[in-house]
């Protein structure tokens, strides 16, 4: 039998190198991202220093240099020492700019506007950093970051032979926040398979920061409780949070991927569409339970049904449906007629299509999964 011939080990100059090059790239990230305050707000304070010696001195430096500095300021400052940057250094030398004796140096209105409003602006940003406790320029990375992590929990898995799945999620005016929540988990023996879609309660920033929480405490419950326990748990989660007007809708799926069995759980969500091999579809529009938040102890029934070969389910949000001046009732059947006119080697890639042709406009977030079976 061939053996393969052993890599020779790492030396330990090079293994050293290694770790100390990993270490001073993680000191560079933490100077960048949390800045000493005191030497940074000297070193800005030298720099508009700088600039207004030479815009006294001479015609080559002009009086807008300040701007750069005042925007550093705002990326790497907390409040009170931005306040010093602005309200005292640059004040400062703009005095002693005027007031130089032996040559005078007259200062455009146009100048300090530009200069007072950069410095307002600066000032803003800066509080509004400080109150969230992050300084340097890498701070939204971390929220960035933070959502990425929480929306992988809806990266959708990979099934077994013979199952196919896609989903699509589309926030209101192409932000990066949704108020809609898609959540997927499989079991480790890939026997079952489950979703949940949440649609958080109104729109824009306050919808999508709820959505992040719920996203976060909602995938740690799915695949972690039996499918009946879902939605109650998350009822009570939501209740705990006292949120005013903050309420959701859910659909919770449970599907045996041996069997075919389904297990549809519903908190006021709108029905799922269980299309047929044979063309036609049924509404597993579960007993509705109360919205998430709303009610204490709610209970909430699943309906169940079988997914047969050839057999799909779509799971959606509301602003897949909804549009002015039309039916919710009427939104759904023309959802039921696109899916139903496609044939089954029609549906992979078809469910951003799906969505488009029903939604009005891009003023709703936009959520739909496409489940079938070969």
């Known amino acids: 039998m061939q053996r393969s ?51 006294a001195f001479t015609r080559w430096v002009p009086l807008t240099a300040f701007v750069p500095a005042i925007l550093v300021g705002a990326f790497v400052l907390r409040m009170s020492r931005m306040l010093a940057l602005c309200l005292v250094a640059v004040p400062a030398m703009f005095i002693a700019i005027v007031v130089r004796a032996d040559d005078p140096r007259p200062v455009s209105p146009s100048v300090l506007v530009v200069i007072a409003i950069t410095a307002g602006m600066a000032i803003v940003f800066a509080r509004g950093r400080d109150q969230l406790g992050l300084t340097g320029y890498l701070g939204e990375a971390m929220l960035v970051d933070l959502r990425d992590r929480l929306m992988s929990q809806g990266d959708l898995p990979e099934l077994p032979p013979g199952w196919h799945v896609e989903g699509l999620l589309q926030p209101a005016h192409g932000d990066a926040f949704s108020g809609d ?30 959505g992040l929480l719920l996203s976060g405490a909602f995938g740690g419950l799915l695949g972690s409780v039996s499918p009946h326990e879902f939605l109650p748990a998350a009822n009570r989660y939501v209740l705990r949070q006292d949120w005013f007007e903050g309420f959701a809708t859910a659909v919770h799926l449970a599907v045996d991927l041996t069997s075919g069995k389904v297990s549809v759980s519903s908190a006021g969500h709108p029905p799922v569409v269980h299309a047929h091999f044979v063309e036609s579809a049924e509404l597993l529009d579960a007993v509705h339970g109360p919205l998430l938040g709303v009610v204490p102890d709610a209970d909430f029934p699943p309906v169940t049904a079988t997914l047969e070969p050839g057999d799909a389910l779509l799971v959606y949000s509301d602003g897949v449906v909804e549009q002015r001046d039309v039916d919710l009732g009427e939104g759904i059947g023309s959802l039921v007629r696109r899916l139903l006119a496609l044939t089954p080697d029609q549906r992979s890639g078809s469910l951003p299509r799906l969505v488009a042709d029903g939604a009005d406009g891009d003023s709703d977030d936009r959520t739909a999964l496409l489940l079938w079976r070969d």
């Open 5 to 55: 011939t052993p890599r020779p080990p790492r030396s330990v100059a090079s293994r050293r190198s290694g770790l100390l090059s990993a270490a001073q790239r993680a000191s560079w990230r933490r100077l960048l991202a949390r800045p000493p305050q005191t030497p940074a707000l000297l070193v800005l304070s030298a720099v508009v220093l700088g600039v207004g010696l030479g815009s």
């Open 181 to 210: 929540v898609l959540l997927s988990s499989v079991s480790p023996d890939r026997t079952r398979f489950e979703v949940v879609l949440v649609d958080v309660s109104g729109k824009g920033q306050d919808a999508g920061s709820r």
